[in-house]
Structures are given as C-alpha cells and as structure tokens.
T-cell receptor
Framework: GIQVEQSPPDLILQEGANSTLRCNFS?????LQWFHQNPWGQLINLFY???GTKQNGRLSATTVATERYSLLYISSSQTTDSGVYFC?????????????FGRGTQLTVWP | NAGVTQTPKFQVLKTGQSMTLQCAQD?????MSWYRQDPGMGLRLIHY???????DQGEVPNGYNVSRSTTEDFPLRLLSAAPSQTSVYFC????????????FGPGTRLTVL
C-alpha cells in the first residue's frame, strides 16, 4: 500500500506562532485529507485537497500531487489547535476505498 | 444532519464476550467502513461496504463481523472479544469508494479485560 510520512512528529509552540506540517506520500493519489484529532479523540475534517490550495480561517493547505506532498499551515496558533494532525490519502489503484493514514504530528500550543 | 454517529462511546468487555458497535449516517452515503486506531499503528481498515447488502474485508478483519441491511447502518460485531481488540474504533462514510471526502464518527473506546 501507499506509504504516508508526516513531519515533524512533535511540535511545541507558543500561542500566536505559525507552523507548517508536511505530508509526503509514495504513490499517485486522487484524494488527500487533513484531519485534526482533538484531545477528546474526535477526528475533525480540516481539508479535502487532492491538489491545489485551500484556506479556512487561520488554516490553509496546499497539495502538489505531481511531487507527492501536502503542507498544512497554521497561523496565529491557539491552545485549541492542540492535538494530533493526520494526513490521509486514497490510493488511486485501490478498490477498498480505504484511506492510508500517516502517523500524525502531535501539536501542543502553550498559552 | 447528524453526520456519522456511533454508540456506545465507551465499553468494557470481558474476554470471550460478544457485542455490537453501532454506526449510522444520515448523508445517504453508499460507502461505509470501520477502522481501529492503536498507538504506533495508526488507523487500520477492518471491514467496508460499498452499498446495502455488500460488505468485504479490509486489512485486519479477523474477529469481527459486519452486515449492511440498510444504507444508513453499518454495525460491527465482535464475536468473542480478546484483549488484542482493545482499541478505539471509528466508523467512516463517503458518497462512494472512488476517493470522495470521508467523514468519521466520534469513535468507540473499547477495553477488553
């Protein structure tokens, strides 16, 4: 299956700082999603972004499918941004419909 | 829309007991799936369904059973619980299996003693 690598594995920020999370994937994909797993364990959809750039408030994401990577930008971070950020991709050749998840980036934002 | 709902939120079982984790969605999605999340292992696909009456195995199906009698519901059955099934279980749905956006339920945290 597709390999999904996320970096950095851990990130500690002070409130107000900006950050960039990276997701590399090993093969062609036709779906890429970013999720935020909050401290209560819920997986929140952030972006569905197979290619291009999208913005939602303080968050934005860019996927360059031809170069097999995606970036998630968090600006002016807040304590509520803490949690684990997952990148997940859908294998173009798969018939299972499954998402392949990276191991996530654990983000901690201090006040 | 409630989206994807799961019950129960928490469950403790003894080894050998059986139970059913419930999952429902109100988005008229054809594709539904179950994942388990374990530390260091990420999320792994257990079973999936591409429509009512159609189910198939995912990556880690042993010890689990599913059925899909309606578009809305996709229950996951643990036949004889084992400590190795201690995990967080997520149900997900999508309009189809071809790569459209997937939505996840809130999860069920299961402990098997």
């Amino acid at each position: 299956g597709i390999q999904v690598e996320q970096s950095p594995p851990d990130l500690i920020l002070q409130e107000g700082a900006n950050s960039t999370l990276r997701c590399n994937f090993s093969d062609s994909v036709n779906n890429l999603q970013w999720f935020h797993q909050n401290p209560w364990g819920q997986l929140i959809n952030l972006f569905y972004i197979p290619s291009g750039t999208k913005q939602n408030g303080r968050l934005s994401a860019t996927t360059v499918a031809t170069e097999r990577y995606s970036l998630l930008y968090i600006s002016s971070s807040q304590t509520t941004d803490s949690g684990v950020y997952f990148c997940a991709v859908y294998d173009r050749g798969s018939t299972l419909g499954r998402l392949y998840f990276g191991r996530g980036t654990q983000l901690t934002v201090w006040p | 829309n409630a989206g994807v709902t799961q019950t129960p939120k928490f469950q403790v079982l003894k080894t050998g007991q059986s139970m059913t984790l419930q999952c429902a969605q109100d988005m008229n999605h054809e594709y539904m799936s179950w994942y388990r999340q374990d530390p260091g292992m990420g999320l792994r696909l257990i079973h999936y369904s591409v429509g009512a009456g159609i189910t198939d195995q995912g990556e880690v199906p042993n010890g689990y059973n599913v059925s899909r009698s309606t578009t809305e519901d996709f229950p996951l059955r643990l036949l004889s619980a084992a400590p190795s099934q201690t995990s967080v279980y997520f149900c997900a749905s999508s309009s189809d299996f071809r790569g459209n956006e997937q939505f996840f339920g809130p999860g069920t945290r299961l402990t098997v003693l």
